[in-house]
Structures are given as structure tokens and as C-alpha cells.
């Protein structure tokens, strides 16, 4: 497809989405909800169909088995994911059953993103952490948010999953899109990254600096050259708006900084964040408090990790979502291959201020 065309076909004011489909992990819901849902999706899918996954933690065994069980059947199956996470070895396992003799041959990649330059610092590379999983069937449908499958059974090494966390028990969310134009395009990206090369200028094409528009909203992917689009949308806004912040992971004072920007221009403020003092320091904490934000944590007593990245706008009439796989750090906004949508469809708004209000009655005060 030419830039031009690919242009056309983001930009198309004929994508409208039907009723997407929102589903939650954590709580008081069953262990392992959401890979049981990628689980019963990758079952669905017969002979001649497609599953396009890209993820950045993948040690699921029986759901790595269950793609080798759809590939054999006759489905084609792309999946891609982080080389090196953070805990380096996590995805060895599942990496040895998809890309050994028995596995997904050229359907199977393992990546690992470039420095864009020399000068960044080792800690800043970046990560592959986007969370798309594809399915052509029954019907096509794209789900993305903040779940990957980390958990394994049995627990070959529950010291990974101290690390960092039991994502099948933890809050998490995974939003179904089914509108066909908009999966056609997000299965594309996913093939896009796919084939990608190793250089680091490739993340920062066409591709990822195009939003997909829709009369409800728009998925978009960083990084990107332009302005974040989280924040260059909210700072349109009029600041009469309240913003409620689910954040799993924020570090450092130019994040927290962001935050206080917002409260300072008028907007009433609010966080939710994770209680891990790795994934949110103490030092963030203090900074937004003493800005006179609303500042609460989720789940140190459970020790279960509080996955969720979400923003509820609400503002009369004119309410929005923002959600996606992107966390409040540096890497995250300016170097890591992420994905976002902002919405104002009525029923994901409504999802979403009920998980809100599902969290904040059990945060710490």
C-alpha cells in the first residue's frame, strides 16, 4: 500500500465502530479471565482464518501450544514480542516453543528495538510494549489495553512473577474493537511490526505518526514526532473538565509534572496508582500530593499488581476515555512502541467509570 493510500485509509470518515467490548481482570472476577478470553478466541479460529498478536511478556506455555495447535489447522499466525523485557529471561520458554523446529517458522518474531542514538542510556532503551491480539473469527475483532499473558502454569519460576506480578490475578483490561475497517487496519500494524527492521528511525514512519480517526475517537502509536496525543488532547480542552488518572507506572518529576500542569490550568485532578514504590516511587507520590492532587494507591494489601492505564474526562455532556498500553515514563511516552485510543463512546465510558469506581472503593487512603 502507497503513503498515499495508507493516508486515504487512516483519514476514511467512513470508519464507524459497532459497540466495543470491554472486558476486566482482578478483583472478584476468576483468575485468569483474560487469557481464558484469548484462550477461547484462539480456538474460534478455523482453517484458512488469521491471529496477529504483538506483545511484550509472553510465558503462557498452553497459550503458546494453543497458537502451534492453530497454525496446524491451517491459520496463519503472526506473533511478535519484546526480545529483552525488563526481566530479561521471561519470555525464553515460550520463545524456544514458537521459534524451534516445531513452531511458528516466519510467523514467530522476537524483537528487540534499536537505541536511536548512542547518547541515550542503556536504561532507556526501547521496549516493544504494545498489547494487540488479532482474531479473523467468528467475527474480526482487535483487543487492546493493558493485559499480557505472564503468567504460566504450572510456575516453573514464581521468582518472575514476584517481579512482576501476577497479571492473571492482577487489574488489568483488554477492549474488544469490531468494526471492520478499524481490525483490517490494526491487523495491518501488527504485520507492520512484524517485518520490521532493526532500525530505529522505521518506528517513527507513517505509520506511527498517522492516527487512526473514527466518529467516535482514534487509536494512535507511539513513538512519534508530533506531540503526545494524550496530553495535546487534553490540553484542548477547556479546563473545566475533571480527569480521573489510573496509573500503574510513573516515575520522575518531569512525569508528575505533566499531572500538576493540568491541575494548575483548572482541571480538578485525580490519581490512582499502583502501590509498588518501583512502578511509583515515593518521590512522585510526594510531588503530586504537595500540588494538592487527589493521590491514592491500589493493592498493597492483595501484593497484586494494578495494571490498569486508563483516563476518564468528564465535562457535562462531553465525557471521554483514554486508554492503551503506554505508562507515565520517559521511555514509554518518547521511545517504546505503544498503543492508545481516546473515545467518546457512551458504553466504554461507562465501563470505565464503573472500574473506577470499582478501584478507588478499595484504595489506600
Known amino acids: ?116 542514538s548512542p547518547r541515550f542510556r542503556i536504561g532507556w532503551k526501547p521496549h516493544l510494549h504494545e498489547k494487540l491480539y488479532c482474531f479473523s473469527h467468528p467475527q474480526p475483532v482487535a483487543f487492546l489495553g493493558s493485559y499480557n499473558p505472564s503468567g504460566d502454569q504450572p510456575e516453573e519460576y514464581p521468582e518472575i512473577i514476584r517481579e512482576i506480578g501476577d497479571q492473571n490475578r492482577g487489574y488489568n483490561v483488554l477492549v474488544g474493537v469490531n468494526d471492520l475497517g478499524v481490525v483490517r487496519h490494526l491487523v495491518a500494524h501488527a504485520r507492520y511490526l512484524h517485518r520490521m527492521g532493526m532500525h530505529g528511525s522505521q518506528r517513527f514512519s507513517i505509520y506511527n505518526n498517522l492516527q487512526l480517526k473514527t466518529k467516535k475517537g482514534r487509536i494512535f502509536f507511539l513513538p512519534r514526532f508530533s506531540p503526545h496525543p494524550v496530553l495535546h488532547f487534553l490540553h484542548s480542552l477547556t479546563p473545566d473538565y475533571r480527569l480521573k488518572f ?55 494489601e492483595t501484593g497484586l499488581p494494578m495494571h490498569d492505564k486508563f483516563i476518564l474526562v468528564d465535562g457535562g455532556e462531553k465525557r471521554w476515555v483514554i486508554f492503551g498500553s503506554f505508562n507515565w515514563t520517559s521511555r514509554s511516552w518518547w521511545l517504546n512502541q505503544e498503543i492508545g485510543m481516546i473515545s467518546s463512546d457512551a458504553g466504554l465510558h461507562k465501563a470505565f467509570t464503573s472500574r473506577w469506581q470499582e478501584l478507588i472503593g478499595q484504595a489506600e487512603d
Open 1 to 116: 500500500m502507497s503513503v498515499e493510500k495508507y493516508r486515504n485509509f487512516i483519514h476514511s470518515d467512513s470508519f464507524t465502530f459497532s459497540l466495543p467490548e470491554v472486558f476486566f481482570g482482578g478483583g472478584n472476577r476468576r483468575p485468569g479471565v483474560l487469557r481464558d478470553l484469548l484462550e477461547e478466541r484462539i480456538k474460534a479460529v478455523p482453517a484458512g482464518g488469521s491471529i496477529d498478536w504483538v506483545t511484550y511478556y509472553f510465558r503462557d506455555r498452553r497459550l503458546a501450544e494453543d497458537l502451534l495447535a492453530a497454525q496446524r489447522r491451517g491459520v496463519r499466525v503472526t506473533v511478535t514480542i519484546e526480545k529483552q523485557p525488563r526481566t530479561s529471561h521471561a519470555n525464553d520458554a515460550v520463545s524456544e516453543m514458537l521459534d524451534g523446529p516445531q513452531g511458528l517458522g516466519s510467523g514467530f518474531r522476537s524483537l528487540s528495538l534499536p537505541l536511536l
Open 246 to 300: 489510573v496509573i500503574s507506572h510513573l516515575k520522575g518529576p518531569t512525569m508528575a509534572s505533566k499531572l500538576i500542569k493540568l491541575a494548575r490550568k483548572g482541571f480538578k485532578v485525580e490519581v490512582l496508582a499502583d502501590s509498588s514504590l518501583r512502578r511509583v516511587p515515593s518521590s512522585a507520590e510526594k510531588i503530586i500530593r504537595d500540588a494538592g492532587i487527589f493521590f491514592r494507591r491500589l493493592g498493597g
